[in-house]
């Protein structure tokens, strides 16, 4: 299990870039923490969530 934003999800096994997609963020407007270390958007696709890992997924908001 992995705990993102807080809430227990099973995405262990996932890519981050397959758990974006599927969870309906664009990878382009969200920043990522795995572990409390910053992922780069590069890295996305080659990370893999693991059992235990802790995930903050903050998403960009425009306005004005």
Excluded: C, H
Excluded at 27 to 42: C, M, S, T, W, Y
Excluded at 47 to 64: M, N, Q, Y
């Amino acid at each position: 299990m992995v705990t993102i934003n807080g809430s227990p999800t099973p995405a262990d096994g996932q890519t981050l870039a397959a758990y974006l997609t599927q969870a309906g963020y664009d990878p382009a407007r969200v920043a990522v923490e795995r572990n409390g270390d910053i992922v780069p958007k590069a890295q996305y696709s080659a990370t893999t969530l693991a059992d235990g890992d802790v995930v903050e997924i903050v998403r960009f908001v425009g306005g004005g």
